[in-house]
């Protein structure tokens, strides 16, 4: 008697049909999700997400001073909101730069760009506290560009776990990982540790510390019973959207030496928990960055109707948003490529015309070069409470 009370106040079940061709065959727009969760791929999607994440501004006076060295420096002049506040706004990668420090405090003292090189500017209690203890910091320039809205890499993951917790039906987040190393910034400066075998075990203990197996979207799962992890993806080997929805996976963009090391004596990354950056030739080929979706354009297709997942840029350097130029914008929309990063998923004031977002109130929409019209104009998940008039600038911009 009660199933029949439930069924009557209900209604008539909803009959839609996940394997058809499409959508509409699929029943509509009420059958959307179903149908999309069970007939897409992981790799079917499109989204918007932020480059270089978690930085904030550089103050005024210590940017000017840069750029009265170097020019190029005016490209460091752009800033994002917290992590959280841009996944709240559709942002569905991010990128995240670390810095190897196992024993801490190595990047406690930066140096100013103001004055002599050798006199340390005066930063907070706090700053020092986070930047003496053990484990990867997340800084874009040490002594010149340090500003974070999470300094230590875990505190970044953190962040990213408990917005995915109080929103599991997100798509897959991608978060890109630049491993730094090199020379000092400055004379004077701290020259960055390297990566050895010991970090590239602890960077992915560390991740999964933070994201438990049922979360993670790694290259075992793709590869499956495959022979290399390209012949994985080659075979539809991407977790369907619906098995991907709430999870994150990690790629790390980095060149062939650091790949190279990070996957030493494991030639399908079998184990690790990043893929990694490198040609569609590779075994361990699955993602690939593709930075230029003007010159790359048709690469950039054919690796994503081959299965293979690409990130490309919108823009760089500040120079698009400035000159007010779209075309860069138009031919990573146009391209394919799953994830397309930006420095301005909210306009700045300064240059209002510019910004990257998906049409009205999408997250995450069907890939164009993938999918075709075979998901009508409708969303693959939508942002909630976001609208037009709420986009202001990123804060410190």
Not at 174 to 179: D, F, P, R, S, V
Not at 367 to 380: F, I, K, M, S, W
Request: aromatic share 6%; net charge negative.
């Amino acid at each position: 008697m009660l199933s029949l009370i439930i069924a009557l106040i209900a209604g008539p079940a909803l009959s839609c049909d996940p394997s058809a061709a499409d959508v509409r065959a699929a029943g509509g727009e009420a059958c959307a999700r179903v149908w999309m969760d069970r007939t897409l791929g992981m790799n079917d999607i499109a989204v918007v997400g932020t480059h270089n994440s978690y930085k904030l501004a550089i103050p005024e006076a210590e940017l000017e001073a840069m750029v009265a060295v170097n020019p190029g420096a005016r490209g460091l002049d752009y800033a994002h909101r917290p992590l959280t506040e841009q996944l709240d706004a559709g942002a569905r990668q991010l990128e995240i730069d670390i810095l190897h420090d196992p024993e801490g405090g190595r990047y406690a003292r930066p140096l100013s760009a103001l004055g002599r090189p050798e006199s340390p500017i005066a930063v907070s209690d706090e700053f020092r506290r986070v930047m003496a203890q053990p484990g990867f910091k997340t800084l874009h320039m040490p002594d010149v560009d340090f500003r974070s809205s999470c300094l230590t890499f875990i505190a970044c993951l953190r962040e990213v776990r408990a917005w995915s917790d109080a929103h599991p039906d997100h798509v897959p987040i991608l978060i890109m990982l630049n491993a730094k190393t090199g020379p000092a910034s400055m004379p004077g400066g701290t020259a960055l540790l390297d990566f050895d075998a010991g970090a590239w075990d602890a960077l992915d203990a560390e991740i999964r510390s933070v994201f438990d197996a049922d979360r993670l979207i790694t290259p075992d799962q793709v590869r499956g019973g495959h022979a290399t992890l390209r012949d994985g993806v080659l075979a539809g080997g991407w977790p369907t959207l619906g098995e991907a929805r709430g999870k994150v996976f990690f790629a790390l963009d980095e060149g062939p030496e650091k790949v190279a090391a990070y996957a030493a004596g494991r030639p399908s990354l079998e184990g690790r928990v990043l893929f990694v950056n490198t040609d569609e030739a590779s075994p361990a080929a699955a993602y690939l960055t593709l930075n230029d979706p003007v010159a790359q354009q048709a690469r950039i297709q054919a690796a994503v109707r081959q299965g293979f997942i690409v990130r490309t840029r919108a823009d760089a350097d500040t120079a698009e948003a400035r000159a007010a130029d779209v075309t860069r914008r138009s031919a990573a929309f146009a391209s394919g490529a799953q994830y397309i990063s930006t420095d301005y998923l909210w306009a700045d004031p300064r240059f209002p015309t510019y910004e990257v977002r998906l049409p009205g109130d999408m997250a995450a929409t069907c890939n164009p070069v993938r999918t075709g019209e075979r998901c009508g104009d409708l969303a693959v998940e939508r942002v909630a409470g976001v609208t037009a008039p709420e986009r202001g600038a990123p804060s410190g911009a």
